[in-house]
């Protein structure tokens, strides 16, 4: 069981380039998530999943994009990255008959 | 808006020491709190509570809630240099799809 996996580990980008995070999850959940997390911030959502085929927005959605691609799969799209979108992406994944989520290691992404 | 507060921010402590980490929160339709340490990547789950009055415990880590006052507090005793992280709080707000509202964190450090 490899758990909640993300690609790429690390990321540079020029202001507006476009990129795709990627996640995977092999323990069947139903529910996905994405956040970011600045110093001094703390987590803050950006979208989520409840199950296969439906997104929501989170707590700071503008400038990014997801896609439920199956069951296993979760990707977060930046359309044209700005620097205010350098930050480090955590994937989560949960039961829904459980509270607590499972996170991915993380893809630090810098913009400039 | 819904809010969730720990403090202090930071702390620094001598390894044997016993501290406690604060969360309070101020939210809509609340649904539990759960506990999360993180080290250098991913938040790794430590405990979930739902009920006030309740202990949770794992070897030197505990923790309870106070629904009435909106509040829980994590407890470590005989601190160790591995227990250094920053330990973040969440509240679960929606229930059915376990959508986390996070704290900004606590960094702890114990030092040898």
């Known amino acids: 069981n490899a758990g909640v996996t993300q690609t790429p580990k690390f990321q540079v980008l020029k202001t507006g380039q476009s990129m795709t995070l990627q996640c995977a999850q092999d323990?069947?959940?139903?529910?996905m998530y994405w956040y970011r997390q600045d110093p001094g911030m703390g987590l803050r959502l950006i979208y989520y999943?409840?199950?296969?085929?439906?997104?929501d927005k989170g707590e700071v959605p503008n400038g990014y994009n997801v896609s439920r691609l199956n069951k296993r799969e979760f990707s977060l799209r930046l359309e044209s990255a700005a620097p205010s979108q350098t930050s480090v992406y955590f994937c989560a994944s949960s039961d829904p008959g459980r509270y607590e989520q499972y996170f991915g290691p993380g893809t630090r992404l810098t913009v400039t | 808006e819904d809010k969730v507060v720990q403090s202090p921010l930071s702390l620094v402590v001598h390894e044997g020491d016993t501290v406690t980490l604060n969360c309070s929160y101020e939210v809509t339709n609340f649904r539990s709190l759960l506990w999360y340490k993180q080290e250098k990547k991913a938040p790794t789950f430590l405990f979930m509570l739902t009920s006030s009055g309740i202990e949770k415990k794992s070897g030197r880590l505990s923790s309870i809630l106070d629904k009435k006052e909106l509040f829980s507090i994590l407890n470590i005793t005989a601190t160790q240099t591995g227990d250094s992280a920053i330990y973040l709080c969440a509240v679960d707000l929606t229930g059915a799809n376990s959508k986390l509202t996070f704290g900004k964190g606590i960094t702890l450090s114990v030092r040898p």
């Open positions: 323990m069947n959940h139903n529910s």
């Open positions: 999943s409840a199950s296969e085929g439906t997104t």
